[in-house]
C-alpha cells in the first residue's frame, strides 16, 4: 500500500532554518509547498483544502499562518476560503496588540496557528479550544522548529527514543500526556487553548483561554433558552457551500443535538455504521426517514471488511501512534472520501450534559450513584497530591502507586514531580476550587474528551478533517458557567430537545427504553442500570424492540488485533527494557495496557526504519498471525 500524503505544517524560525532545510530536502517532495522568507522556512502538505492558504498573510509587521480548518466569527469558510488575504488581515488588524488572543476571532476550528512579530523579534505559536490538533516544537542552535507532524519533526532533528522517558510512562499510564512531554526526549507539545511565546532566546507557555471561575445563578428555562440560541449558532456556522461535510448519525443524543441546531439539515451527509441490523442504524434510519432525509442518510457498511487488515492500513499511515488509542478501520477513512467530505462533525457533548463518573467506574456502588440525587463535594485545602489523584480518577481510574514498580526510586519521583507540575499548569485553566465534581468535569472536558476520544483520528488528517460544535471557547465558557444541577445527567440537553425541536425527541434513545421526550427523573435514575444490563446482554423485552441478535454483531476480530498487538510488543528491545518480566504476563495485561504499549512498540519502530521498511514490517507480521 502506498501512504498517503499527511496533511502537515512544519515552520522553521530562525539562523538556522535554511540549512536545515537544505539538509532535509530529500524529505519533501513537489507535492509539499515551501515558503522562504528572511529567517522563515515554511513547508505545508494538504491533500485537499480546507480554505486556509498555504503561506503567510502579512498585516505591516504582523504575520499569520494557520493550518487545519476554522470558521471565522465575522465572515464564512466560504468567504475565507476566497479572501483569505482581507479576512486574516483584518483578524491581524484587530489583534495587533494582543496576537495570542487571535484563537477568539473564530468561532470554531480544529486549527494550528503561528504569528511573526517583526517589530519585536517575536514568534507566537498556538492551538485552537478544543478541537486542536497537535503541535510539536523543539528549539536548538537558537532555531526554533515547529510541526503538526511528529515524524517529519523528529526526520528533522534526528531524535530517537534513547532510553525509557517520562513520557513514555505518562503515556503507558493515562493513555495520554498531561504534560508537555512526549515520548521522545526533546520533543515537546504545546497545551490545548495555549499558545508558546519565543523571542529568540527562549519560550514562554501559557493560556489563551482560561474557563471562569464564577457559576452563574439563573433559572432552569432561562439556561435552556441561552443554550437553544448558542447552540444553533454554533451548529450553523459550521454550514458551508464550498466544501462538502458531514455528520456521523446514530440513534442517540450528541448526533441528534447537532442535527436539531442546522438549519438547513438536507445540506449534508448523515451516515452510520457499521452494519444494517446495527441499533444506531435502525434508529437513525427511522429519525431520517421521518423527517424527510432518507436520500441524505447512507448506511457505512464494513460487513464485508478485513478489519484487522484495515486496522494495520490505518498504522501504516500513522503520524503520532500513541494517538491511536482506538482500533480503527482505514476503510472508514476511504468511505469519507468516497464521498468527497471535507470536514465530518462530531458530538462530544458530555461536559454541556453532566454525564460524567465521579467514584472509581469499576466498583458497583458507582452505577447505584448515578442514579441518585447527585452529591458535592468540596475541595477543602487541596494539596498538590489530590489534585494528581483527581487526575488519575479522571483518566481511567489509574492510580500512581500502580506504575511505581516499573521504574527506579530515582525517576519515579523525577515522574511524580512533572505530573504534578503539569497538573498545576493545567489548573490556571480549569480555574476551580469548587468541588470534586465540577474539578473533574472541567478536567475531563479538557484532557479526556479531547485526547482519548478525538485526537484518536488525527491519522485521518489525509482524508478528512474532524471537529465538534460543543467543543470551542463560547459553548465551553457558557457551560462552565451553568450549575452542574442544571446539566447533570443530560438534563439541560433533554430539555432544549423537547422544547425547540419536538419531532427530534419523540423519538426512542439510542440504548434506553424512552425518549428525549420522557420526563428527565426516568432518564436520571433508570438510565445507568440499563446500560449495564446491555453491556451484559440483557435486552428489556417489547422496550428495546431496536436491539435484535444481530445489534451487536462485531467485525472487529478482537482476538486476532490482540495477537497482532502481542507479536509486536513481545519483540520489542524497548518494550522489554520497560517490563522486563512482560513475556510471564503479557497474557493478563489487559487490552487497554496492551493497546498502549504496542503503540509505544511501533512507535519506537517507526523512528528506526525508513517509511517503506515500517510499512513492510507492519505487514509481515500481520501475515504471521493469520
Excluded at 81 to 99: F, M, T, V, W
Excluded at 345 to 374: F, Q
Excluded at 600 to 619: G, I, S
Aim: aromatic share 12%.
Amino acid at each position: 500500500m502506498t501512504k498517503q500524503k499527511s496533511k502537515y505544517l512544519l515552520f522553521m524560525y530562525g539562523p538556522n532554518a535554511a540549512n536545515l532545510l537544505e539538509d532535509n530536502q530529500c524529505l519533501f517532495t513537489s507535492s509539499e509547498k515551501i515558503v522562504i522568507e528572511d529567517n522563515i522556512r515554511l513547508i505545508s502538505s494538504n491533500p485537499y483544502s480546507a480554505g486556509l492558504p498555504e503561506r503567510i498573510v502579512w498585516n505591516d509587521n504582523l504575520g499569520l499562518i494557520m493550518h487545519g480548518i476554522a470558521f471565522p466569527k465575522n465572515a464564512s469558510i466560504d468567504d475565507l476560503a476566497s479572501n483569505p488575504e482581507q479576512i486574516l488581515g483584518d483578524i491581524l488588524r484587530q489583534y495587533k496588540d494582543h496576537p495570542t488572543n487571535i484563537p477568539y476571532a473564530f468561532l470554531n476550528g480544529s486549527y494550528v496557528g503561528i504569528v511573526i512579530d517583526k517589530a519585536n523579534k517575536n514568534l507566537y505559536a498556538f492551538t485552537s479550544f478544543l478541537n486542536s490538533i497537535p503541535l510539536y516544537y523543539v528549539l536548538g542552535q537558537d532555531t526554533l522548529i515547529l510541526s503538526t507532524s511528529f515524524e517529519i519533526l523528529v526526520k528533522i532533528t534526528g531524535k530517537k527514543i534513547n532510553r525509557i522517558t517520562n513520557g513514555m510512562i505518562e503515556y503507558y499510564q493515562l493513555g495520554t500526556n498531561l504534560s508537555d512531554f512526549t515520548p521522545v526526549e526533546g520533543i515537546k507539545s504545546v497545551a490545548k487553548g495555549a499558545y508558546i511565546e519565543y523571542d529568540g532566546k527562549k519560550i514562554k507557555h501559557d493560556f489563551f483561554y482560561k474557563m471562569p471561575s464564577v457559576e452563574e445563578n439563573r433559572t432552569f428555562d432561562v439556561w435552556v433558552d441561552s443554550f437553544a440560541s448558542l447552540w444553533e449558532k454554533s451548529t450553523n456556522g459550521l454550514h458551508s457551500k464550498s466544501f462538502k461535510y458531514g455528520l456521523g448519525f446514530t440513534g442517540g443524543i450528541d448526533s441528534r443535538l447537532i442535527m436539531a441546531g442546522i438549519k438547513n439539515k438536507d445540506e449534508l451527509l448523515y451516515f452510520t455504521g457499521s452494519h444494517k441490523d446495527d441499533l444506531d442504524y435502525v434508529l437513525a434510519k427511522q429519525i431520517t426517514s421521518a423527517m424527510g432525509l432518507s436520500e441524505h442518510h447512507v448506511l457505512e457498511d464494513y460487513s464485508q471488511s478485513d478489519f484487522t487488515k484495515g486496522y494495520v492500513d490505518y498504522l501504516a499511515i500513522s503520524d503520532n501512534l500513541i494517538l491511536n488509542n482506538k482500533v480503527y478501520n482505514l476503510d472508514q477513512l476511504k468511505f469519507r472520501q468516497q464521498h468527497d467530505l471535507v470536514f465530518e462533525l462530531t458530538g462530544l457533548t458530555e461536559y454541556l450534559g453532566g454525564v460524567y463518573h465521579y467514584t472509581d467506574r469499576r466498583k458497583l456502588s458507582n452505577t447505584i450513584n448515578m442514579g441518585l440525587p447527585l452529591k458535592l463535594h468540596k475541595l477543602e485545602k487541596p494539596t498538590a497530591e489530590t489534585y494528581l489523584q483527581l487526575a488519575f480518577l479522571g483518566l481511567r481510574n489509574t492510580t500512581l502507586h500502580d506504575y511505581q514498580s516499573l521504574i527506579s526510586p530515582v525517576q519515579n519521583q523525577e515522574y511524580e514531580n512533572m505530573m504534578q507540575t503539569a497538573i498545576m499548569f493545567l489548573n490556571q485553566q480549569i480555574n476551580t476550587t469548587g468541588t470534586m465534581e465540577n474539578y473533574l468535569e472541567r478536567f475531563r472536558h479538557i484532557h479526556k474528551m479531547a485526547n482519548l476520544l478525538s485526537w484518536n483520528r488525527i491519522n485521518g488528517r489525509p482524508y478528512v478533517e474532524l471537529l465538534s460544535p460543543s467543543m470551542n471557547i463560547e459553548i465551553t465558557d457558557f457551560t462552565a458557567r451553568i450549575p452542574l444541577r442544571h446539566r447533570e445527567s443530560r438534563k439541560l440537553l433533554l430539555a432544549y430537545l423537547k422544547k425547540y425541536h419536538p419531532q427530534l425527541s419523540k423519538f426512542v434513545l439510542s440504548g434506553y427504553i424512552f425518549s428525549a421526550d420522557s420526563p428527565w427523573w426516568l432518564y436520571k435514575t433508570l438510565s445507568p442500570y440499563i446500560k449495564v444490563m446491555n453491556h451484559l446482554g440483557i435486552k428489556i423485552p417489547f422496550l428495546q424492540w431496536y436491539i435484535n441478535s444481530n445489534s451487536d454483531k462485531s467485525f472487529i476480530n478482537q482476538k486476532q488485533i490482540c495477537k497482532f498487538q502481542k507479536l509486536v510488543v513481545l519483540e520489542s528491545d524497548l518494550i522489554q527494557e520497560f517490563l522486563p518480566h512482560l513475556n510471564a504476563e503479557v497474557d493478563n495485561i489487559g487490552n487497554l495496557k496492551l493497546l498502549r504499549l504496542f503503540n509505544l512498540a511501533l512507535l519506537n519502530k517507526q523512528l528506526l526504519v525508513d517509511e517503506h521498511d515500517f510499512t513492510d514490517y507492519l505487514y509481515e507480521r500481520y501475515n504471521r498471525i493469520l
